[in-house]
């Protein structure tokens, strides 16, 4: 059964140049309908796969677009309706996506007392003008005055979005970014690297030669910064790009990275059972992504779907190794040997431990890890671990021998 539930919330006031996600502007006015038909898609799933367990769900994650579009009466609908059907208790952590300037005192106390614990600040940076850079909608005085309100109506956590690898951004633009990141009263800090999506008016300037980006040597120092700052701040990195204050790390994150099951709602949300799926490794499925079809899918009765894969035995091996590779804990060897059937630090002890010897890796009794001086080539690392599976010999063991948990 699900662990979490993720919303999707398809509206922005302005589209910012570097976005590729599944958002749209000047439809605002669809807000009430498309809530209505946010959580009749939750009836849907419900009256399949109802909550038997009665666990209450861990998570609930508002996540766009801008959340904080939402009137609160919407969020409260809502939340009642995730109650009724999969339960939420005062250890269900609900997080809600909110850009700077949208916002005032007023509706984010509402949105506290509606029980929301966690917020995540789209502020991206403390400079006016690499916001400007960035397109962004509001202003660092917006920003710190809704961080000033958030830390007043006492969300349980607040995190911080930063942004690195921008047209013109200096390593001191960056180091200052980071200082007010982790004074500000924020208990988690996501930190991104900005990447050229294709499609967007951003990926169209790179084209042209106008969007001139940092080098990757001034990356590499950036992370490396991000790395001493938020270590020397008390800040733990359990994520390539996310570093939290103990107990603060996002719920809903882990889900996804420690391969638990969520159900995703609204237009262009993709959801995921870990047990599903033919061969019972997982099953992912993905919503229509206009809200408008969305819509009137919902309103036939029928989930609303684009697509879904069963994942194969390959595919969740790859997932699996993709996806806790990226995380400190790494590869948990006792999960995976009871989810595909062998430990990976035993049939490929000979490979691990050359990696091991290149520091690329750890590995102990109980996990395989990307070693602390390599995290920042986590991708690199991560590829070495996957193509000791590409060979043939061992893939020939591997498909013998897996016996992969199915559906109860
Ligand atoms: S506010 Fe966020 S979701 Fe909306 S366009 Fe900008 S980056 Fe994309």
Redesign the pocket.
């Known amino acids: 059964m699900a662990c979490g539930i993720y919303l999707h919330i398809p509206?922005?006031?302005?589209?910012?140049p570097?976005?590729?996600?599944n958002?749209y502007?000047g439809m605002e006015s669809l807000i009430p309908d498309y809530m209505q038909a946010v959580r009749a898609e939750l009836q849907l799933h419900a009256a399949q796969e109802p909550n038997p367990a009665g666990e209450p769900l861990r998570s609930i994650y508002f996540g766009?677009?801008?959340p904080s579009l939402l009137p609160p009466n919407e969020v409260g609908r809502t939340l009642e309706s995730i109650h009724k059907l999969y339960g939420i208790d005062d250890q269900t952590e609900i997080s809600f996506?909110v850009?700077p300037g949208t916002v005032d005192g007023a509706r984010l106390s509402a949105y506290r007392k509606l029980g929301i614990t966690r917020l995540s600040l789209?502020s991206?940076s403390f400079r006016d003008e690499q916001l400007a850079v960035?397109?962004?909608?509001h202003s660092v005085a917006q920003t710190r005055e809704t961080i000033e309100q958030a830390l007043k109506c006492d969300f349980r956590s607040l995190s911080v979005d930063l942004m690195y690898g921008v047209t013109g951004q200096q390593l001191c633009h960056w180091r200052a970014d980071l200082e007010q990141a982790l004074s500000c009263g924020a208990e988690h800090l996501s930190l991104y690297n900005l990447t050229i999506e294709e499609g967007t008016p951003y990926a169209r300037l790179r084209a042209e030669g106008k969007l001139p980006l940092p080098n990757e040597g001034l990356l590499r120092d950036m992370y490396i910064s991000a790395l001493e700052e938020t270590s020397a701040r008390g800040f733990e990195r359990y994520e390539v790009s996310n570093f939290a204050r103990t107990d603060h790390s996002c719920r809903h994150n882990r889900l996804y990275w420690e391969g638990r099951g969520w159900l995703g709602l609204g237009a262009g949300a993709h959801g995921f059972t870990a047990k599903g799926g033919a061969a019972g490794l997982g099953r992912r499925w993905w919503n229509l992504r206009l809200p408008r079809k969305y819509m009137s899918a919902v309103k036939t009765g029928h989930l609303p779907w684009a697509g879904s894969e069963d994942l194969d035995l390959r595919a969740a091996i790859d997932e699996e190794l993709l996806l806790s590779l990226r995380t400190r804990r790494g590869l948990r060897r006792e999960r995976f040997a009871e989810r595909f059937g062998f430990d990976p630090a035993v049939l490929l002890k000979n490979s691990l431990k050359e990696l091991s010897e290149e520091a690329l890796i750890q590995v102990d009794s109980q996990a395989i890890r990307v070693s602390e001086g390599s995290v920042i080539i986590t991708d690199y690392a991560v590829q070495r671990v996957a193509s000791l599976f590409d060979r043939r010999s061992v893939w020939a063991i591997v498909s013998q021998h897996a016996e992969p948990r199915r559906a109860g």
Do not use: V
Request: glycine share 22%; hydrophobic share 15%.
């Open positions: 509206f922005c006031g302005r589209r910012c570097y976005c590729d996600f958002t502007t766009g677009g801008t996506e850009n789209g991206q960035l397109g962004r909608d």
